[in-house]
């Protein structure tokens, strides 16, 4: 049987990846011969314009979708594999918390949908990391938007898996939230070395958060740029303010203005 | 009555009735001052009995009546347990393998749409004496109704909760028990709540096929010896149950689940998986299909159990009696004549019913202290059987046209009417605001915001009420009429026409399905315009 736990990190290859949806009569192409690597322990952040096809390429690699052509290698293993030995976890921008469940509820579930023994001590020093003390108790209907996404993040992380994948995770939230959630919950990650792949609409929050931000073009996404963010961890909020920063900001903006004239507009 | 509904969740009975203390007092205690004052006025006429007369008949018949309930109560149990039992399997099939889903769903209709008038007869046949036509007509009466709102509960959750099963390599029986199973609870719950008075009028109908003792029998003798304190007494013991178990398994769903359901419990039907047999082309061969498996399940049923030819009519037998055989012109004159009848009292009463119900909901809104006094009243109403109204309209109202027209209308008005003030309650509080910054007077309102809000709600009703019209109008052509397919189906029954009795049974059954499914093209039509969200669920 597989070892479950510690999932090492992995490397993430896509190769010639495509994905059509719709049947004959109106496809929909939605990524068109990607070819991408995801370095194993660091972190890579995906935008481009809405509908572009970035959640697409996440859902391929969690195994959701089967692509049209080409294939993922997750650390030489398939998605499914992956999958069913807990080796990835996904955060959802709507946080995706069952309501009948308690927020540790929700954050044991993953350990259990894992086949991981229950391990009560794990959820709660996590709740603990995730500054959800005094809250573990509560449903989602009882948390504010910002604490049901830190929750969402510790159900990703209770498993420990090597590769995280964050499609919008803060994107439903508000501004002071989404910065309050970027400055605490990353350092959780990254502190485990995970491979992460986050799909943002915040070019700020792509920097802030990656080692590398690759930009797509409108649908069917390609890649149009791959940038590379070379600031020292841990970052905290003032690297916002360095002019170093706001040139990468500027840099990868650029690269998404000409992505399409819609590609800004979440900004 | 009305308890073949499935509407959308109400709001809490009894908070219902706290909220509306004031018009309570309106909306209850001063009707049971008019009905004592009107059966005073009466007395002698073999219409009305007072609640004093209800309350003595009563007392001076505890140990009858309260026997009685028990043995249906007793009946009407088992049937629900079995009904809702069959529900779950029925729906844990659709959600597994989602491919028969479309075919389970028609079969399932069908059997919903089985006239319980010829149904019973046929069942007393096959049991004997005994619970038994009782107990399979409860459950065949409650299943439907439960079935639909829960494979609505097992689809509504969001997709991403799927995912994230799937993220962990984990497939659809997971799903099943870990989201789906207690997503569903508040709409398996509600859909209790319908099945427990519809299971209460599956026993009473049995008992009306010749059981020995149970509320059924008391209604019967009642009736046929126009003893006017025992019908309404035995109708005020049956409305007080089924509202009691409406009412307590509201309170059941309360405690157990986090929110009650936002969604329709009866959404349009809809073309879901294998969508390759979409729109008129898909409808007539799923129609094929399901006629083909209709048949064998029908003849394979009656072969495989060796049921005795005399009684038990195979598709070649009804083929005969109806197109092929001797005689035949006249076996159809004498079926399409009593049906047209039943037609005759069934169109008129189910269009009655939709446009009071929608029509009352619509004045409610508009002139909203209506609300306290009639909501609470018509929540409870809803749920009591229509054989125990029947008779009273009956008294009331004759043995002709008006009163069978009258008792389809009342079947469907109540659940009507609670639905669309559920719907009209459903108009999107941003869309209220717009017309609020207008000024927009209540009428515009009305016409521009809240009907639209209000169609899924009228047409969920309005489909579910095909059935019903038809359960009423040949529930009184029995009872009461002596006219129409029901009375025909009851003669039959008793004369051991079992050609002529199954031959009604195939040719409601059809008529109520076709009714159905006419009716779900029409929603699909208007709500893909004016709620076209109903429809992508």
């Not at chain 1, 502190?191 to 931000?213: F, K, M, N, P, Q």
């Not at chain 2, 009858?64 to 009904?83: C, E, K, V």
Request: include cysteine; charged fraction near 15%; hydrophobic fraction near 55%.
């Amino acid at each position: 049987m597989p070892d479950r736990a510690h999932s090492a990190p992995p490397e993430v290859i896509c190769q010639g990846l495509s994905k059509t949806f719709g049947g004959a009569g109106r496809p929909v192409e939605a990524l068109a011969s990607v070819d991408l690597t995801f370095a194993a322990g660091r972190t890579t952040a995906l935008v481009g314009p809405s509908g572009c096809g970035k959640s697409t390429l996440l859902r391929l690699v969690a195994g959701l979708e089967e692509p049209s052509e080409g294939e993922v290698r997750i650390g030489g293993e398939t998605p499914r594999q992956v999958c069913e030995r807990a080796g990835l976890a996904m955060a959802f921008q709507d946080a995706s918390l069952l309501p009948w469940r308690t927020a540790r509820g929700n954050i044991a579930l993953a350990r259990t949908l894992a086949r991981l023994p229950e391990d009560n001590a794990a959820v709660d020093r996590l709740i603990g990391l995730v500054g959800l003390d005094g809250f573990a108790d509560r449903r989602p209907a009882e948390l504010s938007g910002g604490m049901r996404q830190r929750v969402a993040i510790a159900r990703c992380l209770v498993a420990e898996p090597g590769l995280l994948l964050l499609d919008e995770p803060f994107g439903a939230v508000d501004e002071l939230t989404r910065a309050r959630l970027n400055e605490d919950l990353p350092a959780l990650w990254e502190a485990r070395g995970t491979t992460t792949i986050l799909v943002t609409h915040s070019v700020s929050e792509a920097v802030l958060l990656a080692d590398r931000v690759i930009v797509f073009s409108a649908r069917p996404a390609s890649v149009i740029a791959d940038i590379a963010v070379p600031f020292d961890r841990p970052r905290d909020r003032g690297l916002r303010r360095r002019e170093a920063f706001r040139d990468l900001t500027d840099e990868v903006s650029a690269a998404l203005s000409a992505a399409g004239p819609d590609a800004l507009a979440a900004e | 009555m009305g308890s073949r509904f499935l509407l959308t969740w109400t709001k809490p009975f009894p908070a219902a009735l706290g909220a509306a203390f004031p018009g309570l007092a309106l909306g209850v205690l001063l009707p049971l001052l008019l009905w004592e004052g009107l059966a005073r006025a009466t007395a002698g006429s073999f219409i009305l009995a007072g609640p004093s007369e209800i309350v003595a008949h009563l007392w001076a018949n505890f140990g009858l009546m309260s026997r009685a309930l028990g043995i249906t109560l007793h009946a009407a149990a088992l049937g629900f347990l079995y009904g809702n039992l069959a529900a779950v399997v029925l729906a844990v099939i659709c959600v597994l393998l989602p491919r028969a889903e479309r075919m389970v769903s028609a079969l399932a209709l069908l059997c919903f749409c089985l006239p319980l008038v010829a149904t019973g007869p046929i069942l007393r046949v096959l049991y004997g004496t005994g619970t038994g036509p009782q107990v399979t007509l409860a459950a065949l009466s409650v299943y439907y109704t439960t079935f639909l709102p829960l494979m609505v509960g097992l689809r509504a959750a969001p997709a991403s909760w799927f995912d994230l099963v799937r993220t962990y390599g984990r497939g659809r029986l997971t799903e099943l028990w870990r989201v789906r199973s207690r997503a569903a609870l508040p709409y398996f719950i509600a859909g209790l709540q319908i099945a427990a008075p519809a299971a209460f009028l599956g026993a009473l109908v049995g008992e009306f096929t010749g059981a020995e003792r149970g509320m059924g029998v008391l209604v019967i003798r009642a009736m046929r010896s126009l003893d006017v304190p025992a019908t309404w007494a035995l109708a005020t013991v049956a409305s007080a149950v089924a509202m009691i178990a409406y009412a307590g398994l509201g309170w059941l769903g309360r405690r157990l689940t986090v929110a009650p359901p936002a969604m329709l419990l009866a959404p349009p039907p809809q073309a879901q998986a294998g969508g390759r047999w979409r729109g008129p082309v898909g409808a007539v061969v799923l129609g094929g299909a399901v006629t083909l498996v209709v048949l064998a399940l029908w003849w394979g049923a009656m072969e495989g159990f060796g049921l005795n030819r005399f009684f038990a009519k195979r598709p070649g037998d009804v083929w005969h009696f109806l197109i092929a055989g001797e005689g035949t012109a006249a076996n159809r004159a004498v079926l399409f004549a009593a049906f047209g009848q039943t037609l005759g009292f069934t169109v008129p009463g189910y269009f009655a019913g939709l446009a009071l119900g929608a029509g009352l909901a619509a004045a409610i809104v508009v002139f909203p202290g209506l609300a306290t006094s009639v909501l609470p009243v018509a929540v409870a109403l809803r749920s009591v059987p229509i054989v125990t109204t029947a008779p009273l309209i009956v008294l009331a109202l004759g043995r002709g046209a008006t009163g069978t027209v009258t008792i389809v209308a009342v079947m469907i008005f109540f659940p009507t009417l609670v639905a669309c003030l559920q719907g009209l309650r459903q108009t999107p509080g941003q869309v209220m605001d717009v017309f609020d910054s207008y000024a927009a007077g209540r009428w515009q309102r009305l016409i521009f915001a809240q009907i639209p809000a209000m169609l899924p709600a009228f047409f969920a009703s309005a489909r579910m009420a095909v059935p019903a019209a038809f359960l009423a109008a040949t529930t009184a052509e029995w009872l009461a009429t002596g006219t129409g397919i029901g009375s025909l189906m009851a003669l039959t029954a008793s004369t051991s026409g079992y050609d002529m009795l199954w031959s009604a049974i195939v040719l409601l059954s059809v008529t109520a399905s076709l009714g159905y499914v006419a009716v779900g093209w029409v929603e699909r039509a208007v709500l893909s315009v004016y709620a076209s969200e109903q429809l992508a669920r």
